[in-house]
């Protein structure tokens, strides 16, 4: 089972004559996510060690957040919506050309941003923020053919990261605009993933257990759904209104209490047995954490929840996004949806990096530099695995014979 809950075989891309990496969204996308997620990392590990210093229009910390962004969490929005679409639509997938010119996009802001010889500010702008208003222009016809306004949402999310990421390059030109940018970026792609969670984690744990034998009831709240999301929004606009304030710690507040009611409904210890499974609600699970640090970090000042945004990005983000990504390349490639060992040990590695970047503001000062070398070697690690185990099934045909 893929992770589109809509049988895809039927809106699949024709049979790609040529390389099988550009012949759906998912592949190529996922792949450079993977590689992304250990190049950046490692390189801000040496940037952090001194090896060399960041030449481009921020200093050296703005651009590993920028890039784990833009970079790890724009290739994986980009691989998402590209393969969950075509699903959505009943359209065909994005294959060949069309794919190419998006991954093309997405490496040209990756070079332009390089450490060594970044462009200039004004051009790396262009090209960097040129990214995900493509993305939107290419899945904008299926989307209003489709006439399914569900969907329609992800235009505007997509919109709001190109803004976000505006405001980030224009405080490279003195604007002073940076942290307008990296909240409201950081806040909507939150919302993807509750989005995007709340359509998966309950449909792929309610079959995956019946078909098990153990069936789970999850009973669905569209009210809870609803109130989870309108939380969001409201933290999204009052972190733009009035940044590291009450109004925004408040609505954390509320948001992480109705995330948490959400994933209980949604029985994930029943799913320990099946870590592909699990892993989904352990990275769900960092999104109340994440906003329960907010709120104790914007009310209270409580040094401890200092590291509420890499509970955000590293938890959430980090983790749903590895989850999804193995479990996507290998539904959509017509292969057993079961995580092998070294999948699993890349689930553990992250959990671990995640652990070890939240506490280290409640750690001895002793142990910080420590921490962080745990976080980061986790992370690399992790990423690592996934691109080791799946850069061969994301680069050949399916196992089924299908096309796409």
């Given at each position: 089972?893929s992770?589109i809950?809509?049988a ?10 040529g390389?099988?990496?550009f012949?759906?969204g998912?592949?190529?996308?996922f792949?450079?996510c ?5 190049l ?7 940037v ?5 210093d960041?030449?481009g229009?921020?200093d050296?910390a ?12 724009g290739?994986?929005i ?7 679409v ?6 065909r997938?994005?294959?060949g050309?069309p ?11 990756r070079l332009?941003l390089n ?7 004004v051009p790396?702008a ?5 990214f ?16 399914n306004?569900?969907?329609y ?6 919109a709001?990261l190109?803004?976000?990421n505006?405001l ?7 604007w ?8 409201l ?6 919302l993807?993933?509750?989005?995007v ?5 309950p ?6 257990m019946?078909r098990a ?9 569209p ?5 989870a999301?309108?939380?969001l ?5 009052t ?6 304030g ?5 609505a954390?507040?509320i ?7 959400r994933l ?6 029943r799913?320990?047995?099946q870590?592909?499974l699990a892993v989904?609600h ?7 954490v ?5 709120a104790l ?5 409580f040094?401890f929840?200092?590291?509420?945004l890499h509970?955000?990005t ?13 479990r996507?390349a ?5 292969r057993?949806?079961?995580?092998a060992p070294?999948?699993?040990a890349?689930?553990?590695?992250l959990a671990?990096?995640v652990?070890?970047?939240v ?8 142990l ?14 992790a990423?690592?695995?996934f691109?080791w185990i ?10 089924d014979?299908?096309?796409?």
């Amino acid at each position: 089972m893929s992770f589109i809950p809509v049988a895809e075989a039927r809106r699949a891309a024709p049979a790609y004559q040529g390389l099988a990496l550009f012949a759906y969204g998912f592949r190529p996308f996922f792949l450079l996510c993977g590689v992304q997620a250990v190049l950046a990392l490692a390189l801000w590990l040496a940037v952090l060690g001194g090896a060399f210093d960041y030449a481009g229009p921020w200093d050296g910390a703005r651009w590993h957040m920028h890039e784990m962004l833009f970079g790890f969490a724009g290739a994986a929005i980009g691989g998402f919506l590209l393969t969950a679409v075509p699903s959505w639509t009943g359209g065909r997938g994005y294959a060949g050309r069309p794919l190419v010119g998006l991954v093309g996009l997405w490496l040209a802001g990756r070079l332009a941003l390089n450490p060594w010889a970044p462009l200039p500010p004004v051009p790396a702008a262009i090209v960097d923020v040129a990214f995900f208003p493509a993305l939107a222009l290419t899945l904008l016809p299926s989307l209003l053919r489709s006439a399914n306004r569900r969907n329609y949402p992800f235009l505007g999310l997509l919109a709001l990261l190109a803004v976000g990421n505006l405001l980030c390059h224009l405080d490279a030109a003195g604007w002073g605009t940076w942290d307008a940018g990296i909240l409201l970026v950081v806040d909507t792609v939150l919302l993807m993933v509750v989005m995007v969670g709340g359509r998966i984690v309950p449909s792929f744990t309610s079959s995956a257990m019946k078909r098990a034998g153990t069936p789970v009831e999850i009973t669905p709240r569209p009210w809870l759904e609803r109130a989870a999301l309108t939380s969001l929004l409201a933290m999204l606009v009052t972190d733009q209104m009035a940044p590291g304030g009450i109004a925004p710690g408040a609505a954390a507040g509320i948001a992480a209490a109705l995330a948490a009611a959400r994933l209980a409904g949604w029985k994930g210890w029943r799913t320990l047995s099946q870590p592909i499974l699990a892993v989904l609600h352990l990275g769900y699970a960092w999104v109340p954490v994440g906003l329960s640090l907010k709120a104790l970090w914007l009310l209270g000042g409580f040094h401890f929840a200092a590291a509420w945004l890499h509970a955000v990005t590293l938890g959430a983000f980090g983790t749903m996004i590895l989850a999804v990504m193995s479990r996507a390349a290998l539904g959509h490639t017509g292969r057993e949806v079961v995580a092998a060992p070294a999948t699993e040990a890349a689930y553990l590695l992250l959990a671990v990096a995640v652990l070890a970047r939240v506490a280290v503001p409640a750690l001895p000062n002793g142990l910080y530099g420590p921490a962080l070398v745990v976080a980061g070697l986790g992370w690399v690690g992790a990423f690592a695995l996934f691109t080791w185990i799946y850069a061969p099934i994301l680069a050949q045909a399916r196992a089924d014979g299908r096309p796409g």
